[in-house]
């Protein structure tokens, strides 16, 4: 383990240079990679989206979907089909594009504004959730409502885990909801957190599923069991974002802190940081490389009051290693 921990940490102090791209002109609020990882997307405040292609290390500007009539909050890519993803809009309609085509396939008109959005493992099911604490689910071939649960509670992130036969949401009160499925009764209320739990995340391994909350913890879960492994500590702000890395072994986590903390997950210690000058509202491992996709509040270098909107890029080769 020792070893691995080490090999890593080497990693990234020759591969520690972030790079930005521009591509929109309000802040991004969600980055996501398809699943072969050939293409990144952002979605943005200024009711568009931005796709990306990856050629080695560096990203190229593909174009701009526009359709939304309002900030596009969060956006996932279909499981196995690299082609597919679903943007979640405060305009109270949910997405599906061909990235290919760069053209919308379905537009789903939903009870309320969207603020996150789940594909599940099968893909064959979409799940939204909105302000008023509602979630849907659409049958992705017949672009149809499947079902909808109103929740008493604040609804934050929403997920299925990795099986398919659960369902899993953070709420206001710092507990985690695992619900069956298809059938979406309700299981288990774990305790998480003392403050709101925001958002969860499962690695790709199928072993643990994360936390972040507002008490600025990350909590780590084992997946059969149902109990916290151990926690990560070193933020200080609610964290907002969760990523596992390909293999499962790295964890970033962000927030309002001016670092991105990247953690070893069997141990819980810190592999790297990523610096950043405002806080992080999203993160994004790469599905196949040692590569983080990420976005902050950043202004414009010329123009401080109006929004970078750029997406940034951790895991390149430092300039003094190339």
Known sequence: MGDILEETRNHFQHNNRTKEYSGHSAKVHSVAWSC?????????FDKTVCLYSLDRDRLSREGT????????????WHPS???????????????????????????????????????????????????????????????????????KVEVNEISWNNKNDLFFLTNGHGCINILSYPELKQLHVLNAHPANCICIKFDPSGKYFATGSADALVSLWDVEEFVCVRTFSRLDWPVRTLSFSHDGQLLASASEDLVIDIAHVETGEKVAEVPCETPTFTVAWHPKKPLLAFACDDKDKYNRDRDAGTVKLFGLPSSSDS
Do not use: Y
């Open 65 to 76: 979907l526009r359709g939304h009539t309002d900030s596009v909050d969060q956006l996932c």
């Open 81 to 151: 089909n690299p082609e597919l993803f679903v943007t979640a809009s405060g305009d109270k309609t949910i997405k599906i594009w061909d990235a290919r085509q760069s053209k919308t396939i379905a537009t789903i008109n939903t009870k309320g504004e969207n603020i996150n959005i789940s594909w599940s493992p099968n893909g064959q099911t979409i799940a939204v959730g909105n302000k008023e604490d509602l979630v849907t689910f659409v049958d992705v071939k017949t672009h149809k409502i499947r079902a909808e649960e109103q929740f």
């Open 36 to 44: 072969d990882g050939k293409m990144l997307a952002s979605g943005s």
